[in-house]
């Protein structure tokens, strides 16, 4: 079965430091995989996905994921952080062909100190 | 454009209460699904749908039922409302296509006394 693994459940960074989140799946094939952030109060906002190719993808506000088969990974990361990326991020797969169930890691919420 | 549409946003029942959660799209997305956030477990499917007249139950369906007879519409009902249905609830919507992101509300507030 699929599975979504974020190992850490809060992360606090300094502003200015670099960031990096760590997602894990389990999958049999290349999987279809998203990173979300959400602000308190919101719904979830695509940061960014990977479906094939260029396994370095960029996202918005200056996010990037760097997808690794060997280490069935997908890890966020920003170089410098700033207070308004406090927020929780969610990893997230999609589904095997036919089933659209798709399925969200339980989320790191990130806390960032001025 | 407004996109999801979740009504309302905050909601108290007692135990036992029905209700219905409203959820409308207007960017014409055949899949539309609901889920329930809760503290340490993330986002947890409970129903979806591939278009109008299907629906499919996801991780958690227990207790909640769907009905999709617009494009636009996907309502989920809590026919009998309990204490371990408090929650904050997400609507999503997108194309029809297992790489496409979902567009989500801003999601509803439940508190089931």
């Known amino acids: 079965a699929q599975s979504v693994t974020q190992p850490d459940i809060h992360i606090t960074v300094s502003e200015g430091a670099s960031l990096e989140l760590r997602c894990n799946y389990s999958?049999?094939?290349?999987?279809?995989l998203f990173w979300y952030v959400q602000s308190p109060g919101q719904g979830l906002q695509l940061l960014l996905k990977y479906f094939s190719g260029d396994t370095l993808v960029q996202g918005i506000k200056g996010f990037e994921a760097e997808f690794k088969r060997s280490q069935s990974s997908f890890n966020l990361r920003k170089p410098s952080v700033h207070w308004s990326d406090a927020a929780e991020y969610f990893c997230a797969v999609a589904p095997t062909s036919g089933t659209y169930k798709y399925i969200f890691g339980t989320g790191t919420r990130l806390k960032v100190l001025a | 454009n407004a996109g999801v549409t979740q009504t309302p946003k905050f909601q108290v029942l007692k135990t036992g209460q029905s209700m219905t959660l409203q959820c409308a799209q207007d960017m014409n997305h055949e899949y539309m699904s609901w889920y329930r956030q809760d503290p340490g477990m993330g986002l947890r499917l409970i129903h979806y749908s591939v278009g109008a007249g299907i629906t499919d139950q996801g991780e958690v369906p227990n207790g909640y039922n769907v009905s999709r007879s617009t494009t636009e519409d996907f309502p989920l009902r809590l026919l009998s409302a309990a204490p371990s249905q408090t929650s904050v609830y997400f609507c999503?919507?997108?194309?029809?296509?297992?790489?496409?992101?979902?567009?989500f509300g801003d999601g509803t507030r439940l508190s089931i006394l």
């Open positions: 999503a919507s997108s194309p029809l296509a297992v790489n496409q992101p979902q567009h």
């Open positions: 999958y049999g094939a290349t999987p279809y």
